[in-house]
């Protein structure tokens, strides 16, 4: 199997994360989709990596999955905190920035 | 050269003064005028003490300066701000600080109904520091400074009651009269720098064999247009009449006897430039002969006694200026002149003042009449004053006009006819007005229109007019005598000892002089006997409509030099706000439509957000892919 599939697959997943993003209104698919989005980043660093056989992109994809899981413990508090004050999930409804 | 210290005194005291007056406010209103007076005597003094010293002296030590600081040094161009007393500035000290003396003295019974008393006498004070500044100072630049001064104390004068709009615009037109001459003035010392390198007196004066006669010519037209506006000399005399407007003192002092008679302290200061400019000399009697005869001819139909002395002095300064382009021979009878002119002129404009404090200020000569029973010492001194002027032997401007007369008729030729006719017309036309101002304010019927007799002015009026008009009698006769003034300042304005060639015997001429005063006199006596209406005549020549309009001099400026200006600004106004303001506003503008239209970007969603993400980073990509492809 050549290794140029895995940068389809990653384009793939990239583009169905993208998708989701904008097209979802309930915040936690938002988020998963995100995740989504930065896995398929890293599958195209891994994949790089293996391709120019150094470590580099190995390297890069971890410090991926480090931030990834920062942003998980941050963004999902404030999804929380946002359903607490309004009984609301939808993206659309925290929209008050703009006044 | 000898150096002394009293020099800067003379400016630094009345300087003072005026700022002590000026600082001081109210509180120095119960003593002000009294310090004022104070200061002006003890300048005079310090002038008495010094011309006594400089006659002891011999000829050629007779100059002193005083260096006070080093002002510029540049390079090789160095200015220092220093004073220099030489036998022209003393003529001119005396005459400021002792004509100044009086009247400031005068002014203290003048002023003592005005409230802001005070006020007058700071402004008298400033005016007698910056004139000594002018005369003293040894360069240009130092000039330049007193120059200014002088205007800015003329501006502050004239329009001393300045709750009259009138008045002020009187100052005002004055000070941009005087704005015109200054420009000539800071050219000539631009010129002078890059000609000499140099703008001090006595090292323009070593220089003037090297320079060119162009760069002589531009400078000596300078100096002449700053000395027209000045000293209100054709074409820039329009503001003299105006000046009026100021309490009568100041009309005595600064626009009579000193501060007009600058430009002839300029010319003749600058005679090194003239004698070696003979178009710009030639320039100088032209302005001086016109002046003399524009000056005289509205002289004849002013029916405003301050406005007809006006016209008066400044025909007088016709007569200097013509006496200046003479050449070095003319320079010591202009000072002759200036100085008689100084004492006769003060105290007849002082003499009007009295008539007008008699008279509830009223200054129309054709509201006067027969006043010469009710104030008696008034009408003895203006008298005096009148004989001096009109040149009657053996009174003052006898002496003085006679000679500048000789010396032009001497010129010879078609010029010695031109300048001779001129002053000799000029000396009838004088003998005709002055005459008429006599007759219609202390002759004749009584015009005045109400109960109230004119009363005798106060002692503290009376007695400085007398004392002018004594010397309106003896110093004709005292600067003649021997040739002592020519004597006197031969050595700054005629080192040389040129003499002319007399054409005519003197007797002559002061025979031609005398037989056109007696026809000036006699035709006024003729026109003005009997009784006189109390409004002037409205059917009139032309002629005499001209006059009384100043000779269509401020319809000519306005016309040529007011209105277009005007409209140059108002079209360079319009241009600032199309096209400057234009572009400012289009730039503004275009920004806050910008602003406007992208702002619904900013609609708050999220997802909107990031669609434009993904569409920028999409947008990037092909970007980046279309250029390397």
Redesign the interface.
């Known amino acids: 199997m050549a290794v140029a599939n895995y940068l389809y697959l990653s384009a793939i997943l990239f583009t169905i994360g993208?998708i989701g993003?904008?097209?979802r209104?309930n915040s936690i698919v938002?988020f998963m989709c995100i995740e989504l989005m930065l896995n398929a980043a890293n599958l195209a660093f891994v994949t790089f990596a293996r391709i120019n056989g150094n470590l580099e992109g190995q390297v890069v994809a971890f410090f991926t999955m480090v931030v990834a899981a920062c942003e998980v413990v941050v963004g999902l508090a404030i999804i929380v905190t946002i359903y607490r004050s309004r009984r609301s999930a939808s993206?659309?409804d925290?929209?008050?920035?703009?006044? | 050269m000898q150096t002394s210290e009293n020099l800067l005194w003379l400016i630094a005291l009345p300087l003072f003064s005026s700022a002590i007056l000026l600082l001081a406010g109210k509180r120095a209103n119960s003593w002000g005028h009294i310090m004022g007076t104070i200061v002006s005597a003890s300048t005079f003094t310090i002038g008495i003490i010094e011309f006594f010293a400089m006659q002891s002296r011999s000829e050629e030590n007779r100059a002193v300066t005083q260096k006070i600081f080093t002002w510029i040094s540049v390079g090789s161009f160095n200015v220092d701000a220093s004073l220099l007393l030489d036998q022209l500035s003393i003529c001119f000290v005396l005459l400021i600080t002792g004509v100044g003396t009086l009247i400031h003295v005068y002014s203290i019974a003048y002023m003592s109904h005005d409230l802001d008393r005070r006020r007058f006498f700071a402004y008298l004070n400033l005016f007698i520091a910056s004139m000594l500044l002018l005369v003293l100072g040894d360069s240009y630049l130092n000039l330049y400074v007193g120059w200014e001064g002088v205007g800015l104390a003329s501006y502050l004068l004239i329009g001393f009651w300045n709750e009259k709009p009138a008045y002020a615009t009187a100052a005002k037109k004055a000070f941009v009269a005087n704005r015109v001459g200054d420009v000539g003035l800071s050219l000539a010392i631009m010129i002078s720098f890059a000609t000499f390198g140099d703008v001090s007196f006595s090292g323009m004066k070593d220089g003037v064999d090297q320079a060119s006669s162009t760069q002589l010519t531009a400078i000596g037209l300078m100096l002449l247009l700053a000395a027209c506006g000045k000293s209100a000399q054709f074409p820039l005399q329009s503001w003299l009449g105006d000046a009026m407007a100021g309490p009568t003192p100041v009309s005595a002092l600064i626009h009579a006897a000193t501060m007009v008679t600058a430009g002839v302290y300029l010319i003749t200061r600058s005679n090194f430039v003239f004698d070696a400019a003979p178009i710009a000399q030639l320039m100088v009697l032209i302005v001086g002969g016109v002046t003399l005869l524009f000056g005289a001819i509205i002289g004849m139909a002013k029916d405003d006694i301050k406005k007809a002395l006006a016209a008066s002095t400044m025909s007088q300064i016709g007569y200097m200026i013509l006496a200046t382009g003479l050449g070095p021979i003319g320079y010591a009878f202009a000072i002759m002149h200036l100085l008689t002119h100084g004492f006769f002129k003060a105290s007849m404009f002082l003499g009007a003042g009295s008539v007008m404090h008699g008279m509830k200020d009223e200054v129309n000569m054709r509201k006067y009449g027969g006043i010469g029973k009710f104030m008696p010492i008034t009408f003895l001194t203006f008298g005096l004053g009148y004989l001096a002027i009109i040149g009657v032997p053996p009174f003052a401007g006898f002496y003085s006009k006679d000679k500048i007369i000789e010396t032009a008729l001497n010129e010879g030729g078609i010029k010695g006819l031109i300048l001779g006719s001129a002053t000799l017309l000029g000396a009838m036309i004088t003998a005709f007005y002055m005459t008429r101002v006599v007759i219609l304010t202390f002759f004749g019927n009584e015009r005045w229109g109400h109960k109230d007799e004119p009363h005798e002015s106060p002692a503290l009026m009376l007695i400085p007019i007398g004392l002018l008009s004594v010397g309106s009698v003896a110093s004709g006769y005292l600067l003649y005598k021997g040739d002592w003034l020519v004597h006197w300042l031969e050595p700054v304005v005629n080192p040389l000892k040129v003499h002319h060639k007399e054409l005519l015997p003197p007797i002559v001429v002061s025979i031609m002089a005398v037989a056109v005063v007696l026809v000036g006199v006699s035709v006024a006596i003729l026109k003005y006997r009997g009784e006189q209406p109390d409004k002037a005549p409205e059917r009139v020549s032309v002629f005499t409509r001209a006059a009384r309009k100043d000779l269509f001099q401020d319809n000519f400026n306005e016309a040529a030099f007011m209105r277009p200006g005007q409209s140059v600004v108002k079209n360079l106004l319009n241009i600032d706000h199309l096209i400057i303001d234009g572009m400012v506003r289009a730039v503004g503008s275009v920004s806050l439509s910008a602003g406007n239209k992208l702002r619904v970007v900013q609609n708050g969603y999220v997802r909107s957000y990031a669609l434009l993400m993904v569409v920028g980073a999409l947008a990037l990509i092909a970007t980046i892919w279309l250029i390397t492809a």
């Open positions: 993208a993003v904008v097209v209104r938002v993206v659309d925290a929209s008050l920035l703009k006044r």
